[in-house]
C-alpha cells in the first residue's frame, strides 16, 4: 500500500517550455502533497505543500508563477514549470500524506528529472 | 525552527559489520523523527520513525533506530550491513506545530564486499 507514482519519470524540453510533471497516490487520498527539488548529490528542498482543492503553500524563494501546483483531486497533484530555463534543470519529487497529522510519514514518488536544453 | 544534521557525508563498512548513520535535531516541540533512503535516480522509501513510546524503533529491512533525547540524536543502525544497503540515507524532523518535513543532508553509506 502507499504507493505513490509520478509521470513522467524523466523529460528533456527546449528552453521557453512549459513542462507538466503529474504525481499520483494509487491507493489511498492524499489530503496534503509535497514538492521537493533536489540537485545532485545534495538534500531535497521543499518547493511547495499542497492541499486538495486550496491553493499551494510555497517556500521562500520559489517563484510561484513559474511552478505552477494543482491539487485538484485526492490523487492528484500536478506541477507544471512554465517557460522552463536550463536552471530549472533538476530532479523533482512528489511525496503525498493521508492526513495532516504531523506524525504521518510522506510516501514518495520516484522522481521525474527535467532536463531544459 | 527545525533543524536536522547529519555530521557525515559518507560513511563506509564491511560487509557484516554493523552500521550506523548518525542524526541529531532540533525542534521547539515533540519531536517526529524519521528515516528514508534513496536509491540512485529513485525517490525515497521510509524505513522507520519515532512518535512517541519505546526509544529504540524497528524498521523496515532490519534497520533499528534510536531515539535520544537528551542527547537529541536519532541515529540509525543495523547489526550486519549488506552491500545492498549502500544508498543515500535522510533523515527527517517534523513537531507539533509544523507541517513540513525537514530533512538532514544526507549521508552516503558504502557497503563493501
Known amino acids: 500500500g502507499a504507493v505513490v507514482s509520478q509521470h513522467p519519470s524523466w523529460v528533456i524540453c527546449k528552453s521557453g517550455t512549459s513542462v507538466k510533471i503529474e504525481c499520483r497516490s494509487l491507493d489511498f487520498q492524499a489530503t496534503t502533497m509535497f514538492w521537493y527539488r533536489q540537485f545532485p548529490k545534495q538534500s531535497l528542498m521543499l518547493m511547495a505543500t499542497?492541499?486538495?482543492?486550496?491553493?499551494?503553500?510555497?517556500e521562500q524563494g520559489v517563484e510561484k508563477d513559474k511552478f505552477l501546483i494543482n491539487h485538484a483531486s485526492l490523487t492528484l497533484s500536478t506541477l507544471t514549470v512554465t517557460s522552463a530555463h536550463p536552471e530549472d534543470s533538476s530532479f523533482y519529487i512528489c511525496s503525498a500524506q493521508t492526513s495532516t497529522a504531523s506524525y504521518n510519514e510522506q510516501f514518495f514518488g520516484p522522481g521525474t528529472r527535467l532536463t531544459v536544453l | 525552527a527545525q533543524s536536522v544534521a547529519q555530521p557525515e557525508d559518507q560513511v563506509n563498512v564491511a560487509e557484516g559489520n554493523p552500521l550506523t548513520v548518525k542524526c541529531t535535531y532540533s525542534?521547539?516541540?515533540?519531536?517526529?523523527l524519521f528515516w528514508y533512503v534513496q536509491y540512485p535516480n529513485r525517490g525515497l522509501q521510509f524505513l522507520l520513525k519515532?512518535?512517541?513510546?519505546?526509544?529504540l524503533v524497528k524498521g523496515s529491512y532490519g534497520f533499528e533506530a534510536e531515539f535520544n533525547k537528551s542527547q537529541t540524536s536519532f541515529h540509525l543502525k543495523k547489526p550486519s550491513a549488506l552491500v545492498s544497503d549502500s544508498a543515500l540515507y535522510f533523515c527527517?524532523?517534523?513537531?507539533?506545530?509544523?507541517?513540513?518535513?525537514?530533512f538532514g543532508p544526507g549521508t552516503r553509506l558504502s557497503v563493501l564486499p
Open positions: 499542497s492541499n486538495e482543492g486550496s491553493k499551494a503553500t510555497y
Open positions: 527527517a524532523v517534523r513537531d507539533d506545530y509544523g507541517q513540513n518535513f525537514v
Open positions: 519515532y512518535i512517541t513510546g519505546d526509544n
Open positions: 525542534v521547539s516541540g515533540n519531536p517526529y
